[in-house]
């Protein structure tokens, strides 16, 4: 499957250029002049990679960056001009992955969103966990069940793992809620049943794996 890359520019031979050669290397390119387009493409399409420039009016590379940095951990390569240290150090602060600085060699810059692709699938692969057709992936936040997504709520989905990276040990109710929902939290153990009644609906006939300890609590084992 084609990977698809965002470049975010205001100056149109620079796009154009990197449009070409990133088409030429069958890549989906979706295009915008600023951050604040970027943004939008961004919550629309499906991007694997951004290219995103420094300085652009409206909203600029730095801004936007951090407000991506809010919601994704996408790939983000930046583009710099010559004299431009400070911002190349606050865009590593903000989560750039990699930088390019202006005049750079279009194949120079191809070479720099292979390997950051390469690298974060290799991530993603390395992230899954398995348990007989049950896959969690921590980085992207995907449970499956036989290669089927399993949609969750933000808590069933942190409930899950906290009980995945404590497999095999008796957790409290009080433990468990602490450890979700925090310390503050000011409900009572009622909602860590409610939820793993909630949680053990979605996970179908995997829903055995969270075994009730009499006494205790819960624990995450696979039979």
Do not use: C
């Amino acid at each position: 499957m084609k990977k698809s890359i965002l470049i975010v520019e205001d100056e149109l031979k620079i796009r154009f250029l990197l449009r070409d050669y990133l088409v030429k290397d069958e890549f989906n390119v979706f295009e915008a002049s600023n951050g604040e387009e970027g943004l939008i493409t961004f919550s629309k399409e499906k991007i694997d990679l951004i290219i995103l420039d420094i300085m652009m009016p409206k909203m600029d590379g730095l801004t936007m960056l951090r407000k991506l940095r809010e919601v994704s951990s996408i790939p983000v390569i930046l583009l710099t001009a010559k004299g431009e240290e400070e911002n190349k150090l606050e865009g590593y602060d903000y989560g750039a992955d990699d930088y390019v600085t202006k005049p750079f060699s279009p194949k120079v810059l191809i070479a720099k969103v292979k390997v950051l692709l390469k690298r974060t699938r290799q991530n993603l692969d390395s992230s899954i966990q398995n348990f007989n057709d049950l896959s969690i992936n921590q980085l992207s936040h995907e449970v499956k069940i036989n290669d089927i997504d399993i949609t969750l709520s933000p808590k069933e989905y942190e409930l899950l793992i906290y009980l995945i990276n404590n497999q095999g040990i008796a957790l409290s109710r009080d433990n468990i809620l602490d450890n979700v929902w925090g310390i503050d939290y000011y409900g009572d153990i009622r909602t860590v049943d409610t939820n793993i009644k909630r949680l053990r609906e979605k996970l179908l006939d995997k829903a055995s794996y969270i075994v009730t300890v009499r006494g205790s609590g819960y624990k995450f084992e696979v039979k």
